[in-house]
């Protein structure tokens, strides 16, 4: 993997060094990344298939709410709309960062015209398309197979995932600063998945928490992102209940930001 990895980037690294523009220098570290993806078979399913089993546990776990007033259909889309973000975007970068660091790839690359901007998301392109991706093929499904509704509110499901990305990106980078190797990287994620499962409205809708429970999540990083998602679905939310959570999702942006700044790791931990 090693070698792989030094191959593939060092073409990325000669771009950055003959002077391109930024948006070549992000495509470059793009199809570099993205190549690393398709090689690494781990990565790979969890990108690809581990989505699609988690939607299957989401609609076990959805279906005692049958007959309430939540509507199934659009909760599973919710739900699996926000798995995505998890497994794809979070985990996958989390792993990816840490690799990078520890095989003196993200400094190799610094020494180049890049900035530091440019790496994070370089290296987060593909992730961020897959999962986009993911998601519109999981509306269509829902819409196709499920008898679901389209969006009612296209706009605000375009923004919470995209919002959800940026966040997801953020934390993943804040993550790997923590993260000492790859196989740790399992470790280390596993209580913000847990977290945001659970409490963020991806298993369980809120509505059905007690509401001391519901105030308490509604403070989650995943909060926020998941609201403007149900809301662009499924329509119904208030200005204000929308400038809510997307204060919350800014304000989890911003701090992920900065423990990004401050204490993000460009060189093997040792």
């Known amino acids: 993997m090693t070698t792989t990895t030094t191959t593939t980037t060092s073409g990325a690294v000669a771009t950055a060094k003959a002077g391109t523009t930024a948006p070549g220098r992000l495509a470059a570290l793009g199809r570099a990344e993205l190549t690393l993806l398709v090689r690494n078979r781990t990565a790979l399913f969890v990108a690809m298939l581990m989505p699609v089993g988690m939607v299957g546990v989401l609609r ?45 790839v993200l400094k190799r690359l610094r020494t180049g015209e890049v900035s530091d901007l440019e790496i994070l998301a370089g290296t987060a392109l593909p992730a961020a398309a897959v999962a986009l991706a993911q998601c519109a093929l999981l509306l269509v499904a829902g819409v196709a197979l499920l008898d679901a509704d389209g969006p009612r509110r296209p706009e605000l499901l375009v923004a919470g995932l995209l919002m959800g990305t ?7 980078a804040a993550t790997s600063a923590v993260t000492r190797t790859v196989e740790s990287a399992q470790i280390t994620t596993m209580p913000l998945f847990l977290i945001s499962a659970f409490g963020s409205g991806l298993f369980l809708p809120l509505e059905v928490l007690p509401d001391r429970i519901a105030s308490v999540c509604q403070l989650l990083p995943m909060t926020g992102v998941m609201r403007l998602v149900q809301a662009g679905l499924e329509g119904g939310a208030d200005a204000t209940e929308l400038a809510g959570v997307a ?6 942006s911003v701090i992920s930001v900065f423990a990004v700044r401050r204490w993000f790791r460009w060189e093997p931990r040792r």
Request: no cysteine; glycine share 10%; net charge negative.
């Open 247 to 252: 204060v919350n999702a800014l304000a989890w």
């Open 166 to 172: 940026v966040l997801m990106t953020a934390l993943a």
């Open 60 to 104: 076990s776990s959805l279906g005692g709410l049958d007959g309430t007033e939540v509507d199934v259909n659009d909760a599973l889309l919710t739900g699996g709309m926000g798995m995505v973000l998890i497994l794809v975007v979070y985990l996958n970068l989390t792993s990816a960062f840490t690799a990078r660091r520890e095989e003196l």
